[in-house]
């Protein structure tokens, strides 16, 4: 089985060599297997002679094409033009990203199973670099692999969504009547990716391996900024994306079936997160009103389930359940307080061996409910939780979700000697158990997840 691997790259002198490296030194025969399309997007760094140096290489697998800067989907489509007839999958990879040792193989065992199958995903890793010292994380979607290498059907599973093209493996013979759209500046990707999803339903997840996508912070917090201040990612994107997916869902099915809803209200969330300020500054009155306005017809087709299904903060779905509700003028809307409250809990470990416990108040409570009360059993003792509030409101674009005074979070300080317990909630009238917790163990399992992650990446 043959492969092709796509990477468009712009200015990626820094990363490149490395991205480059992790597929010629692939467990899967590269000479006799694998061909690299170097796709030079008008680069003004060094990165074209970086190319250039593994095209000589490697003359007969390795090939860098010079293009007028025109953005990704282009770069992509140009890719595509230059595939040998004898290639069976097509991948694709950021220039500043990697792919695990046995990520080709692991794909040509999967696909050579499943010949019905024209997409085939690995998991997605993040690595943040902080001078000398890595980070390995997982992306919240890893969820599909936790049942292993398999065929996911998306009639049958709504929450197992795929939009990015990193990584992905996609059958040639499935993209000879496709291509990115070019006239997109954000989304081209996924759009074509849901396009094959709804015309097959199904598609591959390899758990084995990894992709590898690194992320600066500055400079990704920078990009992200720079996205959000483009007009085009407001209401455009929606209607040639979002108003794209309901279309072809109702085309095929009749209906907006629940993986096109949980799709767009998880893409759509991005538009509520803390660093999107720039909602008005960049969009004028009339602005506003139309992409509020339209932001309430696409969701007027998504149930509310949908929205609250969410893995994302609570006020973050309350914004986009009052503006499908109320549409503008901007009503943000609370929902009613729970007898419990509605918490979202982390742990934090520190180098001298304490930790902490932290509930996330997602409610805007201005107090708990009386004498109601967070805390932990250990052997030792019982400790209370401390309460935090605001000390400035939160704000979603320019609207106060919660406001000065409201909690924050509680949070429950332990020693080393503290570390296994039993978290509760307690009021007068009952006491519910929110986790049963040992903290050691949960470190040293987070440890050897964190070692074999790195092993992968630097195999």
Request: positive net charge; aromatic residues 14%.
């Amino acid at each position: 089985m043959k492969f092709a691997i796509i990477v468009p790259f712009y200015n990626a002198e820094a990363r490149l060599e490395i991205s480059i490296t992790s597929i010629i030194k692939q467990s899967y025969n590269f000479t006799e297997n694998i061909q690299i399309l170097l796709i030079n997007d008008g680069s003004t760094d060094n990165s074209g002679s970086i190319a250039d140096e593994f095209a000589q290489k490697h003359p007969n697998n390795i090939y860098h094409i010079r293009i007028k800067n025109g953005g990704p989907a282009r770069a992509r489509n140009i890719g595509l033009m230059h595939i040998k007839e004898d290639i069976d999958f097509v991948g694709f990879l950021d220039a500043d990203d990697v792919y695990s040792l046995h990520m080709i193989r692991e794909m040509a065992r999967f696909a050579e199973k499943h010949d019905e199958i024209n997409m085939i995903v690995p998991p997605f890793y993040y690595l943040d670099d902080y001078g000398s010292r890595r980070k390995i994380g997982t992306h919240k979607l890893n969820t599909r692999f936790e049942q292993g290498t398999r065929v996911i059907d998306i009639q049958k599973e709504h929450q197992a969504i795929h939009f990015y093209i990193g990584g992905t493996f996609l059958r040639f013979s499935s993209l000879k009547y496709l291509a990115f759209d070019e006239s997109l500046r954000f989304g081209e990707d996924q759009l074509l990716l849901t396009k094959l999803l709804l015309a097959d339903e199904k598609y591959g997840v390899v758990a084995n391996v990894g992709y590898f996508y690194y992320r600066n912070m500055k400079e990704e917090k920078s990009l992200v900024n720079k996205s959000w201040q483009n007009k085009s990612r407001y209401q455009p994107f929606m209607e040639a994306v979002y108003q794209s997916y309901l279309q072809e869902s109702k085309s095929k099915f009749g209906k907006v079936i629940p993986y096109v809803q949980y799709l767009i209200s998880y893409h759509a969330k991005l538009y509520f997160y803390k660093e999107n300020v720039y909602f008005r500054e960049v969009l004028t009155e009339d602005e506003q009103v139309a992409f509020v306005s339209y932001f309430q017809q696409i969701f007027s087709e998504i149930e509310t389930r949908f929205i609250w299904e969410l893995d994302t903060a609570q006020v973050v779905k309350e914004m986009m359940l009052s503006l499908r509700k109320n549409g503008w003028p901007i009503q943000f809307e609370t929902m009613e307080l729970a007898d419990i409250p509605v918490v979202t809990m982390s742990k934090k470990w520190h180098k001298n061996g304490h930790a902490e416990l932290i509930c996330q108040v997602e409610e805007a409570r201005m107090e708990l409910p009386e004498d109601g009360f967070f805390a932990v059993k250990t052997l030792f003792a019982t400790k209370q939780a401390s309460v935090v509030k605001r000390k400035e409101a939160q704000l979603i674009w320019d609207v106060v979700v919660r406001p000065v005074g409201s909690i924050s979070a509680t949070k429950i300080k332990l020693r080393p000697w503290e570390l296994r317990g039993k978290w509760y909630y307690q009021n007068p009238e009952k006491k519910v158990v929110l986790e049963d917790f040992n903290l050691t163990v949960e470190f040293r399992k987070k440890a050897k997840r964190r070692l074999k992650l790195k092993r992968a990446l630097n195999q």
